[in-house]
């Protein structure tokens, strides 16, 4: 499918959007962390995506971290477990503790415009507020005629945060179940596969992609995407993502020479 790239992330753990894309996508991928190991994400200059594809851990600011010599903060901070969704508008910043388990989670790097994301501006602001939506928040349902299901879970949008990412989503689709992403001028798509299958193309007749548990599907702007759940189902992440205009010719034309250069033997 022309202008799409699929890339296995269990395999290649991470992607560099760049030599495809031109919105505001600066990196994507899967990250595991260590049973008891822990990481900080700060939200300077970049706003930051996670969802919890595996495991378990715990969501803390930096100075709630249990040291030792106060123990008595151990198991304080938000729970993290599957299908808990963490967005850090510009200025917040976090430290994920992997527990027991160990943790995987999806981490999308959402560039945010310099003017925007100046220091001064963010501390007259104040500190920004981490963005959670757990497992069990609610959808919006799509029902088909057949009685297939579409469901929609916001996990967030433009208004929370700076950067160009229009919509943070989960799409869950039932056994068969087919669904519309309409390509715009203006936007890219990014699509991670969480569970189960689905045929992916331009035409609902003529999938281009069988994409299952792991894979990412990159795809440039205006590109309509048609997808049709395997036999079991199929449950998506989904990030709509703006391309200003002047950008969007600019870096598309060096994405491409990239492709060429790699392509040369």
């Known amino acids: 499918m022309p202008g799409t790239v699929i890339t296995d992330l269990r395999r290649h753990g991470a992607v560099d959007p760049g030599r495809l ?38 969501g803390a600011l930096p100075e709630d971290v249990v040291q030792p010599d106060h123990p008595e903060r151990a198991g304080t901070g938000l729970p993290l477990i ?17 527990g027991t388990a160990g943790l995987e989670y999806f981490h999308a790097v959402l560039a945010v415009p310099a003017v925007e994301s100046s220091p001064e501006e963010a501390g007259e602001a104040g500190p920004a507020q ?35 990412c229009e919509a943070f989503d989960q799409l869950r689709l039932s056994p068969g179940a087919h669904h519309v992403l309409p390509g715009r001028p203006d936007a890219e798509t990014v699509l991670h596969v969480l569970r189960g299958a689905a045929a992916i193309g331009q035409r609902a007749d003529e999938p281009d992609h069988l994409a299952s548990d792991g894979d990412l599907l990159l795809a440039r702007r205006g590109r309509t995407l048609h997808l049709e759940a395997g036999p079991l189902g199929a449950e998506l992440l989904c990030l709509t993502l703006a391309v200003p205009r002047h950008r969007a010719g600019t870096r598309a034309a060096l994405a491409r020479r990239r492709a060429e250069r790699c392509d040369r033997p």
């Open 82 to 98: 599957d299908g808990t969704a963490l967005v850090l508008p510009l200025g917040s910043r976090t430290v994920l503790t992997a």
């Open 21 to 58: 894309l031109a919105g505001p996508l600066r990196a994507v991928g899967l990250q595991w962390l260590e049973p008891g190991h822990s990481v900080e994400a700060t939200a300077e200059g970049a706003e930051h995506a996670l969802y919890v594809t595996a495991g378990s851990g715990l």
């Open 130 to 164: 981490l963005v959670v939506t757990t497992g069990t928040g609610s959808a919006m349902v799509l029902l088909g005629r057949d009685g297939a299901r579409v469901r929609i879970r916001s996990l967030a949008r433009r208004a929370m945060i700076t950067s160009a």
